[in-house]
């Protein structure tokens, strides 16, 4: 038997675990356990008094080894390596056994959440005899800092840290940063122009001496780690030489072909093959549309280089994509989101019925500088609708697309609301709702004011948009199939417009990206933070970090906040000039390996090399992320994994298992 001290301690968490686990009987059953030295039981074991329990019984009893069996190590892990640390134990001599999200809350069965929670601990007890003191890795931090995204949590992210004296890369792949809210005419609650707010901003990353503003650019390639990534650019060819142009517009202007714009004027518009997104783009310089051009398709016209007036000629077709590499410390992604397809849903006529709109249609629409110059029209671009409806959760909160609510719809459905009203008098405005949710400063306000306004609402799912008619009052209508919950009975209401409301989804390639980074998704694609409530911005991933909607559905106020405090946490770290790394490494024994290189090709983070003068591979600690790939792919099992030995995994199977194992004598409390 080891002469380890073992100090085991059962936390209660409240009711949370002793509720189901039958807490004094697990604690006095520990306490028979071979090596263990005492066993307690505490209500709070991460209180300072249940840590001050740990420090304690290290220091009068001598322990070696702590085992705490609470909630999950990712919660704290780090509360009772510390504690172990202020005892005098080196910090990795510590095992938890996960009895609450593994056990207390998986089941109401008091008698096998109990036997569980006894078998969960006895593995921790097994294991933690086999760990080894361990120290931390020292890291320096590189000041300089990648935003990838340049809408309003990007931007925001990016001013914070150079206002701070911070040097930061922002790499957008449009042509110009804004994001989504750019094309935005009206910010609710407050009904401020969305322009007048977000251009200041623009025009201060764009000129701002500690930002690298990299538009119409992707990232290709991240190697690295926390404090020190290498990334690989691709600023794509603009066929615009950025030193010459002076961003006149004249080339634009002369250009003389058109094309639908599909983004950012949601295909309402046309924009010239020549283009500047929209007016207050940022960067200035325009970008050819190299599919659409004449001059790249046939060979002809150069418009554009006849007239551009700058000398030299600000024009360069044979100007090709370059790649950029830059190393910086952190990296916050603020890559935001897309609108759901309406077209998915076919009986909301969408794609088949002419005046059915989606919302950024519709945003488009009202804004001044869109297409139909801030006018409410159909899509004859010249009758204004004498009736609207407007339909919430499209794409949200139906089992069929997406189960999640996407938080904004209502607001900026009321938005909708509200300019119809303000723009056409005597419109009647419908909207049909599953359930109103204005969680917000000011949107229980803003609702009110709807309802002021004389805006009818219908609180229901709407079935069917049709422009089949049934009475003489619905010829020439949209008619809007919806069962009015609060009424309890089946409308059918006439109007001229449909406004679909659809849902905030992930990026298309966020999956792509969160493997290029090397974090996670969950299942809707939305990139996953550490902790919900307690770390929303950073990662699994040290060094990488989130903002915006790209982890979640969020309106702006939200996306600024978020933006701002992934911004103030990397600060913390730059200030920091070094941080620790958790030890937990693979290595190769290097006089056993056969080279046969089949970790180089698995290992995820590159962290593995080949000798060919030694026929030998070795990790490189620093980039390696402790996943275990290697320790499990290799052929001859001459890898091993810092925290994760064989005898540490197999011990603790053994301990699991001690109410199976017929062989073993058992101990029972």
């Known amino acids: 038997m080891s002469e380890e001290k073992i100090g085991v301690y059962i936390c209660h968490c409240g009711t949370n675990i002793a509720k189901v686990v039958d807490v004094e009987d697990v604690a006095e059953w520990a306490g028979n356990q071979p090596n263990v030295e005492v066993s307690r039981e505490y209500k709070f074991m991460c209180s300072s008094l249940g840590q001050d329990l740990i420090e304690e019984d290290i220091k009068e009893k001598g322990l070696t080894r702590i085992v705490v069996s609470s909630c999950s190590p990712h919660m704290h892990e780090k509360t009772f390596r510390t504690a172990c640390e202020r005892g005098g134990l080196n910090p990795f001599l510590v095992e938890m056994a996960n009895i609450r999200e593994h056990n207390s809350w998986t089941t109401d069965d008091k008698v096998a959440a109990t036997q569980k929670a006894k078998a969960l601990t006895n593995a921790a007890i097994e294991r933690v005899v086999h760990h080894q003191p361990l120290e931390q890795l020292p890291v320096e931090i590189n000041p300089n800092t990648l935003v990838v995204g340049g809408g309003i949590a990007g931007i925001t992210a990016a001013l914070e840290l150079a206002n701070g004296g911070r040097h930061v890369y922002l790499v957008e792949r449009e042509p110009s940063i804004g994001g989504h809210m750019a094309q935005l005419d009206k910010t609710f609650p407050t009904l401020d122009c969305s322009a007048c707010i977000l251009t200041p901003k623009m025009v201060d990353v764009g000129q701002h001496p500690n930002i690298t503003l990299l538009t119409w650019s992707e990232v290709e390639k991240v190697d690295g780690f926390i404090g020190n990534f290498t990334v690989n650019i691709r600023k794509k060819a603009r066929y615009v030489n950025e030193e010459h142009c002076t961003g006149c517009g004249i080339c634009i202007e002369k250009c003389p072909f058109n094309v639908v714009d599909d983004i ?18 940022v960067p200035k310089y325009p970008v050819i549309d190299k599919e659409n051009c004449v001059y790249f398709q046939k060979g002809k016209c150069k418009a554009c280089e006849k007239f551009c007036p700058t000398e030299p000629n600000s024009i360069e077709f044979d100007q090709e994509d370059e790649i950029l590499t830059v190393d910086v410390g952190n990296i916050i992604l603020a890559t935001g989101f897309q609108l759901f397809d309406s077209t998915n849903i076919p009986q909301y006529g969408y794609g088949r019925l002419q005046n059915v709109f989606t919302g950024i249609e519709f945003e488009r629409m009202v804004n001044a500088s869109g297409p139909t110059d801030g006018k409410i029209v159909l899509r004859d671009k010249k009758t204004a609708p004498k009736s609207v409806a407007i339909i919430h959760c ?276």
Not at 265 to 275: F, L
Request: net charge negative; glycine share 8%; aromatic share 8%.
């Open 264 to 281: 950012f004027e949601a295909g309402m518009g046309d924009r010239k093959v020549i283009y500047r997104p929209f007016p207050q783009a």
């Open 394 to 669: 499209v794409g949200s909160r139906d089992e069929n697309y997406h189960k999640y609510c996407s938080k904004i719809c209502c607001m900026y459905s009321l938005k909708f609301a509200h300019l119809v009203h303000e723009r056409i008098p005597d419109a009647e405005v419908y909207n049909c709702y599953i359930d109103m949710r204005t969680p917000g400063k000011g949107y229980e306000e803003f609702y009110n004011r709807l309802l002021e306004e004389g805006t009818h609402f219908i609180r229901g799912k709407v079935a069917e948009v049709t422009n089949a008619a049934r009475k003489p009052e619905e010829e020439g209508k949209l008619i809007v199939q919806v069962e009015d919950t609060l009424i309890g009975r089946q409308r059918r209401v006439p109007v001229d417009m449909v406004i679909l409301s659809p849902a905030m989804e992930a990026q298309p390639d966020s999956k792509g990206i969160s493997q290029l980074f090397k974090m996670g998704c969950d299942f809707d694609g939305f990139f996953t933070e550490r902790h919900p409530k307690l770390d929303p911005v950073a990662t699994m991933t040290d060094g990488i970090l989130i903002a915006g909607a790209c982890q979640g559905p969020k309106d702006v106020p939200d996306s600024v906040a978020q933006g701002a405090a992934a911004a103030a946490r990397v600060a913390g770290l730059i200030n920091l000039g070094t941080v620790m790394m958790e030890p937990v490494r693979a290595s190769i024994h290097q006089e056993e390996c056969s080279g046969c290189r089949i970790c180089n090709n698995m290992c995820p983070y590159n962290a593995i090399v080949f000798h060919a003068d030694r026929k030998v591979s070795e990790v490189i600690t620093a980039l390696c992320q402790g996943c275990g790939t290697c320790v499990a792919a290799c052929p001859s099992g001459i890898i091993s994994g810092a925290h994760f030995t064989n005898d540490q995994l197999f011990s603790q199977i053994e301990g699991i298992l001690w109410d199976v194992r017929p062989e073993k004598e058992l101990v029972s409390a």
